[in-house]
């Protein structure tokens, strides 16, 4: 219950109308700038009005001001569980007391910890509780349980909620609903993905929307459920509440009735996925949960989706609890108005009373919830009657008799006690066995009859010691549970590849794992690990250890060290090490240092002793500083060393002997003044310098195929304004580098004056060039050289002039040159598949038309007067102007037939775009802010558009 209304919250907050508003009311009620005393604050409203989307975003917004934070979804259908107030209490006890959430050991009364809280200034939010009773079960009837400046957010129904709460402390804000406006700008983003209505739908807009109760979940709805339909479809729907308000003689349509309209107006198949997830799977992960229908429903589960649930940011089904009570409303209808197969949501039931029901063959999701004292046997017989059974839940249940042959369309089966005669059947559908929590389990069955086993859930199988063999079999198992299965380590001694990837709960590495002597490797990316145990050492055999994204994790073992004759690679990217213990210098075939992100301040001062290195990453180590040990030098088989946005403050002269060095990457080590000779072999180059004083001589390298010189980032060159800095600005601004980088050449150059530069390299494939120094820029290339060049990133306010570009470009980007007028003719191009020109000064694109293989061009905040010869772009797939002040019209576009995504925006010149009726490919179609944004044809077009994306 914990993701379904809260995160169902979230992807709506940023289109609420007005919630802003709303939440400035909240928070000045909840006087955060009161610290001696709790505050309660009760949100009230009827349902579906954006009570817990207004909780959730005033909860995101002030949640960093407290010591701890906690977040109760669904309190009142939580409480319908006998146990329901210990589960809420135990999950504020996690949160506030930061202690494993999912850990099943874990149980506490909240008495125990009071003494804790008053200690602490928390935020915690009970969202939808109706009785006074449970609310003061749950925090206190006197708030007095936490510490001063705590507050406290309650949602519900009940305008009373906090009437015997002492006035002083408690607020109430009451939730009302959208006004006229606000409704019809929450409708259009939701069917139309603008803020207004389409050229066609203002009026049926306007009638649907008039006649809702204008609470923000049904007009969520209706407006997702209209998105990409007809105007026929729509006319049908103005209709259907039409009808609903002749019925029952009201003047608007509510929130339950339209949630009704929607449903009934699904297909069969849609209306079989949105029973599953109302009434079974709302907040279970979208991946398994797939596996609830077979593939031909897939398409019309996108459809369901979009207006009745959601997949969450944990890639959950969402679904509002409104939707949620009308998919058991329909369930609990004896008779349906659509002949859809019967299902079937059963609780506390006698095996007996199954086989009584009449229609059982029909039925194809059966689940059974019976508490810790109910008694249920099962027969075979029991389900020879239910073929079609895809979806199987039964707890504290038992069985006898010979089950083969009994469940052919299973598909996904959850039991929480060992049923060994089911387990040991052949399954050959079955995609999903869920075994959480069955306490007897000590091996795993046979899983030879699972084929197609996707997902195996093993959770809470505290007596579980061994996997059975035929596990390996499985070959479409992706994602398989063991988490708390402490006892699950002796089978393991033959275990060679131990992979946690994400495994939060994994705190602690205990010392035996160094009883897995055959493994050779141990991935535990993501983890909460803290510490790794001496003992690792012993892991004679391990050849990759990877660390990655353990964010708690401050150092190594000096133990490391005893691998040296097994550790190949070693990543500690993303921890919090901030040294690397002495003995890494006898791990003398590592080949792979991986350390990007860390916190690591120092290179190890014998590093020259790893003399097998191949690899070494520390890009974005921001403390790493100081200089690069001279010892480097021994490094021979060092192909790449990757240095980016570091602290980096120089490089040994002694580099240049390092002989297989390929790729050398320096990009934002800002503390660089001078590079010294680089080793010849380099074929990639990246350097950036706010500090560069001097660049070495590159004539020599002449296996460069990538190269990147930047002395500033080139985000810094865009003027703060759309509007391009004048050029004395310009050249005002950069004059301090003129005189700073007086010895900057570039390959094989040959310096023509102060400014001016060559470049020379055949085999260069990719060159961007951001010096501030440059103001001419030429390709020289020798009668045999056969340029390979591609791509070409130019930037930098001074540069004025560029020779005629190479005929092999395939990318040209252009960004920020404020004083580059004029290019060379681009006609020989033949082979330029993407051009962007941003924030340049270029009036004129001198030979478009000889683009013929060009697919994209995008221009924004450039002079461009004109693109004469655009029109015979037939290649063209993407065409995307912006601010373009100067460009007043545009060649007939009639011909651009595979044109797919076409944009002008804030483009104030342009009052005509013709040929938009003849461009019978366009997918994505934006025209803004510009005077052509009105025409007819423009409408006309952008209807034509969401017709054909409706038909895909």
């Known amino acids: ?57 005033v909860y995101d917004q002030i949640s960093s001001c407290f010591d701890r934070c906690c977040f109760l979804a669904e309190v009142e259908e ?47 939010v009970v969202d939808d509780v109706q009785k006074q009773s449970h609310l003061h079960a749950i925090v206190g009837d006197q708030i007095h349980w936490f510490g001063l400046g705590s507050r406290i957010i309650v949602t519900s129904k009940n305008s009373e909620i906090l009437k015997e709460y002492d006035l002083g402390k408690a607020r109430t804000y009451m939730v009302r609903q959208l006004e006229n406006g606000q409704a019809f700008e929450l409708f259009c983003k939701y069917a139309f993905r603008m803020q207004s209505s389409v050229h066609g739908y203002d009026e049926l807009a306007n009638h649907i929307v008039n006649a809702t109760v204008k609470l923000p979940l049904a007009v969520e709805v209706i407006g997702s459920f209209l998105r990409g339909k007809s105007v026929e479809e729509w006319k049908k729907m103005e209709e259907l509440m039409k009808q609903s308000l002749t019925s029952s003689q009201k003047t608007m349509v509510g929130c339950q009735e339209i949630l009704d309209i929607c449903y009934k107006a699904l297909d069969p198949k849609q209306k079989h996925i949105f029973l599953d997830i109302a009434c079974f799977i709302s907040g279970v992960d979208a991946q398994i949960a797939s596996y609830m229908w077979p593939n031909p429903y897939l398409p019309s589960f996108d459809c369901i989706l979009m207006p009745l649930a959601k997949i969450g940011e944990n890639n959950e089904l969402q679904m509002h609890r409104l939707l949620r009570c ?71 249940a038992k069985v006898s008799g010979d089950f083969a042959g009994a469940f052919p369309s299973l598909r996904h089966l959850r039991i929480d006690t060992v049923w060994v005669s089911v387990l040991a059947l052949q399954m050959e559908k079955l995609k999903i066995l869920n075994l959480t929590g069955c306490s007897d389990l000590m091996i795993t069955p046979d899983f030879s009859g699972y084929k197609d086993l996707e997902i195996l859930i093993l959770e809470s199988c505290p007596r579980l010691v061994k996997l059975d063999s035929s596990i390996g079999h499985l070959k479409r198992l992706v994602s398989l549970n063991l988490k708390f299965c402490s006892q699950l380590n002796s089978y393991l001694k033959q275990l060679q590849i131990l992979i946690a990837f994400n495994c939060f709960p994994l705190v602690r590495l205990p010392g035996s794992i160094s009883y897995l002597t055959a493994l050779s490797i141990l991935s535990l990316d993501g983890a909460k690990i803290t510490e790794l145990p001496s003992s690792l050492g012993e892991m004679l055999n391990l050849k990759r250890l990877s660390l990655r994204d353990c964010s708690y994790m401050q150092e190594l073992p000096d133990s490391i060290g005893r691998m040296g004759s097994s550790l190949e690679e070693l990543d500690i990217s993303a921890t919090s090490i901030s040294k690397l213990p002495n003995s ?37 180590c ?31 002269s002694e580099i240049c002997r390092v002989s297989s060095l390929h790729t050398l990457d320096l990009l934002q080590c800002n503390e660089i003044e001078v590079l010294p000779e680089l080793p010849p072999s380099l074929i990639c180059l990246r350097v950036s310098s706010k500090r560069m004083k001097a660049i070495a001589l590159l004539k020599d390298l002449k296996e460069l195929e990538e190269l990147c010189l930047r002395d500033e980032d080139p985000k810094e060159h865009r003027s703060p304004s759309k509007q391009l800095m004048p050029e004395s600005k310009g050249r005002q601004l950069f004059a301090t580098w003129f005189s700073r980088l007086r010895n900057v050449e570039l390959l094989q150059t040959t310096r023509i004056d102060q400014q001016s530069f060559s470049i020379s390299s055949p085999k260069l494939r990719k060159l961007e060039l951001c010096l501030s120094q440059i103001m001419n820029l030429h390709f020289v290339y020798e009668p045999t050289d056969v340029p390979q060049l591609k791509k070409l990133t130019l930037s930098g306010l001074s540069l004025e002039k560029v020779s005629e570009l190479p005929k092999t470009l395939s990318v040209l980007s252009i960004r920020g040159c404020s004083s580059l007028k004029r290019l060379p003719t681009v006609q020989g191009l033949t082979n330029m598949s993407v051009f962007e020109l941003y924030h340049s000064a270029i009036e004129e694109i001198e030979g478009l038309e000889g683009l013929k293989a060009l697919k994209r061009l995008d221009i924004s905040n450039c002079r461009i007067q004109n693109l004469n010869g655009i029109d015979q772009l037939t290649s063209l797939r993407s065409l995307i102007l912006s601010n373009c002040d100067y460009l007043d019209n545009l060649p007939d576009l009639s011909n651009l037939m595979l044109l797919k995504i076409l944009e002008i925006r804030q483009c104030k010149m ?21 005077p052509a944004e009105y025409l007819v044809e423009v409408q006309n077009a952008l209807k034509h558009v969401m017709a054909r994306s409706r038909v895909t």
């Open 622 to 652: 921001r403390s790493l500083k100081g200089a690069i040990p001279s010892d480097i030098k021994r490094l021979h088989h060092l192909r790449s060393l990757t240095l980016g946005h570091s602290g980096i403050s120089s490089l040994p």
């Open 1 to 57: 219950m914990e993701t379904s209304d809260r995160n169902y919250a979230i992807a709506a907050v940023q289109n609420i109308v007005g919630i802003d508003d709303r939440i400035k009311h909240v928070t000045d009620l909840l006087e955060m700038e009161v610290n001696d005393e709790v505050r309660i604050i009760g949100i009230y409203g009827t349902d579906g009005i954006g009570k817990t989307t207004l909780a959730k975003a």
């Open 326 to 396: 009308l998919g058991e409303k329909v369930l609990d209808q004896e008779e349906s108005e659509d002949p859809i197969p019967r299902k079937f949501y059963m609780r506390d039931m006698v095996s007996n009373a199954v086989s009584r029901e009449e229609g059982m063959e029909n039925v194809e999701a059966l689940c059974f919830d019976l508490d810790d004292h109910a008694s249920c046997t099962f027969t075979a017989g029991d389900f020879e009657s239910m073929p079609c059974i895809r979806f199987l839940k039964l707890d504290n």
């Open 910 to 930: 342009i009052h005509q775009i013709e040929g938009l009726e003849d461009l019978a490919s366009l997918e994505e179609l934006n025209i803004s802010e510009c």
């Open 584 to 620: 890494i210098r006898y791990l003398q075939n590592l080949r792979v240092l991986r350390m990007d992100s860390s916190f690591v301040r120092a290179f190890p001062g014998e590093i020259g002793n790893l003399t097998m290195l191949e690899e070494l990453h520390a890009s974005l």
């Open 78 to 124: 939580t409480t319908r569980n006998p146990h329901g107030i210990q589960i809420l209490h135990n999950k504020m006890i996690r949160d506030i007391l930061e202690r494993d959430r999912e850990d099943p050991s874990f149980d506490g009364r909240i008495e125990i910890f009071l003494h804790v809280f008053r200690e602490m200034k928390v935020l915690i």
